[in-house]
Structures are given as C-alpha cells and as structure tokens.
C-alpha cells in the first residue's frame, strides 16, 4: 500500500510565548500523562505575510494517482514490453485514458505522485529516475512522465498537485532493494542511499531518510524547488510520512538526537520540531519560487484525542502529532499550508472516529485561517467488506459515501474531497458508487 496510515484509524514565537513554551515542556517531562498541545500564535506572528486564499470558482474533486508499487499507474505490463517505443506508448495511453474517465465523473484535480521514494518521475538532477516507469533504477524512461501529464490533464482543464513523499527512500530492505540502490553509484545523479550513507534510516521496514538531520530537510527542499521552478505544477502536496515506524521497526536516531536535540524536554518535542521545520522550510521555498503554487499536507485524519489533549477530537485513533510527530494543527495555525487534506477514512458510524465528528473538528481548526481544507475520502474501502464498518458495502457503499459528500459540501470551510485512490474506480466492488459519483458530479 503507498502510504500504511491511510489504513489505519514558522512562525517565531514571541519571547513571552517562549517562556510559556519552555514552561509547557518542563512541566510535560515531570509528567506520565501525555503532553498537552502548546497555543500557537495564529497569522500575525508569521514569518511573512500569508497569501491571501483565493477565490476557487468551484470546490476541488480530486483524486491521488499513487505511482508507488505501480499502484494506480503505470501498467505492469508496459515494464515488461517488447520495447522502450512499446512501452512509452502504454504508459502515456493508460494516463490518458484514465484522465479521460476522471474528467467524465466530474474530478477537476489530480495528485500526482511524483516522488514515491528515493527517485523522481521527472527528469531530476538530485534523484535518480524511478524504477517503476522501466523496471531498473536511473534508466531513461524516453520522456518526460510530469511533463506529459501537466500538458494533458491541463488540456482537459485538470489541474495536478505534485505529490511527494518526502523521506521514503525505499519500500523494502531487501537484500535485491539494497543491490539496486548501489548500482547507482555510477550514475549522474546517483541515489541519496549512497550519496549520503549517514542519513539513512530503517523504519516500517524500509528506508527512509532521518528527519533530525538538517542537511537531509534541505536535501528535500531542494528537490521540491526543482519541480516549481521547472514544472508549472498547480500545487504541491505531502503526504502522511513523516516519521512512519512500525511497532517492530522504529526509527533508531538516538545518535542525531544527541547531537541536535539540545534544549528540548523530550525526544517526541524535537522529532516534531524536525516535521515543523521541514514544513517551514518548504513553504517558503515554493512561495519565494512561486506563491501562486499551493503547498498542502495529507495527514493522518486524527490531530490528538480528547483523552490526550483538550483541543483534540473526540476520538480514539492513531494520532499525527503522537504517532508521526506531526503538529499539523499547529502548521494550519501558523499560515504555513495552502491546505490541509486529512485522511477521514472511516463511515459516520465508526465510533472510534467518525466521520462527521472529524469533518467538524477539522472545519473548526481552520475557520480563523487562510488554511483551506479538503477531506481524504476512503474510497478504497468501498465495497469491501469489514466487520467494523460494514456500512461501506450497504448498497454498494453508496449511503455512506452519500453522507459524507453531504456533509463535505453543506460545510461551509470544507473547500472539497479527495478520494483515494485512483485504480479503485475501476474495481468491480465500486461501481456502483462510481455511477452515483458520475451522476452527481460528472457533466
């Protein structure tokens, strides 16, 4: 699956608002129970002026594109074609004629996976070409795959936000995984797995780049700089990966804790300094290359529970800000995203998170900010069936996901939904609910 959360439920401060801070996490590490959530100042206090939220004439329908393990594009097929010529002709066929569906049923954005790990779907000078578009890591798949999709979704009047996952550098450690990775050595550009051995991490089983070095954060605004200022990409997005571990494989950065975690009162406080500066420093990059590019995150769908934090919702799910060190309420406060795009993947009757009471909480988080907020909708979960939450193959799944376009377009600060993802409008447990979004959506 490309992102495994989607399965499951800068600014300076002012000096008084630094003393509270400093307070707020003496008093956090003399404590068992979890932190409490820090006020942050809102807009007045950020580093420069926020661009104003512009008018959209219409609400985002969008849709993720995963090109990682070829999950929605490009065909398997077309890797093991009959030649470079065959195989650039399937691919460029299959996103056309995917993007020619998604214009019938109404989808007006794409979010175009372009950096599913350590290498680009782009002609990149940092990254080394990915493996999914030739079956070999660096090989010259003959053209431009953004390139192309730009000028044809643009062509249909679609827009396409980049979609990076910012520090996946691989979707296994397999010892074939490792074997490839080195055989880049010898290309221009090589793989960050051998350019810079040290930053790399285990963590859920791959490899992933650590998030405490400040060199890796630049490395990655590098890269995102060269797609604005190269690609006329409507937006830019980032998707739930930030510190992504797994029970039985966490991320060891003891060692970059000790050398850059002076000053802070607990290891999660620094990691979710590190996930804040990345967002910073990403932010400003592609306003000062671009500020009409829009820059977003997808986060997992819960912020904090209530049972944590008193600013939390009232829910009882896997938390951003305690799982992956993300302080995504935090980034909307401070004018740091364009948007925000939380996974809400569960029905109105998953009593550990539901939907509505998630929609809500998030609506309320942005009302007093530029932050416009589109919703992740499990699309994916459509006709499958679940013993929690059997409401998605109720008719197809058609009530469910009904209820929830709804609510996601009587919500005045909901701007729009994003399903997830692409290849589950074309599975047959769908369908149905594919006509009805064709009928409520599509011309």
């Not at 300076?12 to 003399?30: D, Y």
């Not at 977003?296 to 600013?311: K, Q, T, Y």
């Not at 740091?336 to 795009?341: E, N, P, T």
Request: with cysteine.
């Amino acid at each position: 699956m490309a992102r495994s959360r989607r399965f499951q439920p800068v600014a300076q401060h002012l000096k008084r608002s630094s003393i509270l801070v400093a307070w707020a996490f003496l008093l956090a590490s003399c404590s068992s129970t979890p932190p409490k959530s820090l006020v942050t100042p809102l807009p007045p206090v950020a580093k420069q002026p926020l661009v104003q939220k512009p008018q959209h004439n219409e609400p985002v329908r969008g849709v993720w594109l995963a090109t990682v393990s070829r999950l929605d594009w490009p065909p398997v097929s077309s890797v093991n074609g009959d030649s470079p010529a065959s195989r650039i002709q399937q691919q460029q066929k299959a996103l056309t004629d995917k993007l020619d569906n998604l214009k019938s049923l109404g989808i007006n954005t794409v979010f175009f996976q372009v950096k599913p790990d350590g290498t680009a779907l782009w002609p990149s000078r940092i990254l080394p070409w990915s493996d999914m578009l030739t079956g070999k890591i660096g090989q010259d798949p003959g053209y431009d795959p953004l390139q192309f999709m730009l000028d044809e979704a643009h062509k249909r009047g679609m827009k396409v936000h980049a979609w990076f996952n910012p520090y996946r550098v691989s979707t296994n450690t397999r010892p074939g995984t490792v074997a490839a990775l080195n055989r880049t050595l010898s290309l221009n550009p090589a793989s960050v797995f051998v350019l810079h051995r040290d930053w790399i991490r285990t963590a859920g089983d791959r490899y992933v780049l650590d998030p405490g070095i400040p060199e890796a954060r630049d490395w990655i605004a590098s890269i995102v700089a060269e797609v604005v200022s190269r690609y006329p990409v409507d937006g830019v997005q980032f998707d739930d990966y930030f510190y992504a571990e797994s029970a039985g494989s966490t991320l060891n950065d003891n060692a970059t804790w000790r050398q850059y975690g002076q000053g802070f009162a607990s290891k999660a406080d620094w990691r979710r300094n590190n996930t804040q500066q990345l967002i910073a420093q990403v932010s400003r990059t592609i306003k000062q290359i671009n500020p009409n590019v829009e820059f977003g995150v997808s986060p997992a769908g819960v912020w904090r529970n209530r049972s944590h934090d008193p600013a939390g919702s009232d829910t009882r799910g896997a938390a951003a800000y305690d799982e992956s060190f993300a302080d995504t309420r935090r980034w909307v406060q401070q004018g740091l995203l364009d948007y925000i795009a939380p996974q809400l993947y569960w029905p109105f009757a998953r009593d550990a998170a539901r939907y509505n009471v998630l929609a809500k909480w998030w609506a309320e988080v942005v009302k007093p900010t530029q932050t416009r907020l589109y919703i992740g909708v499990a699309l994916y979960k459509v006709g499958e069936p679940s013993s929690k939450e059997p409401d998605w193959t109720v008719k197809g799944g058609v009530p469910e996901l009904k209820k929830q376009l709804d609510l996601n377009e009587s919500e005045p600060q909901i701007d729009g939904t994003i399903l997830f993802r692409e290849d589950n409008l074309n599975q047959p447990q769908t369908q149905d609910a594919v006509r009805y979004l064709r009928s409520r959506w599509g011309s």
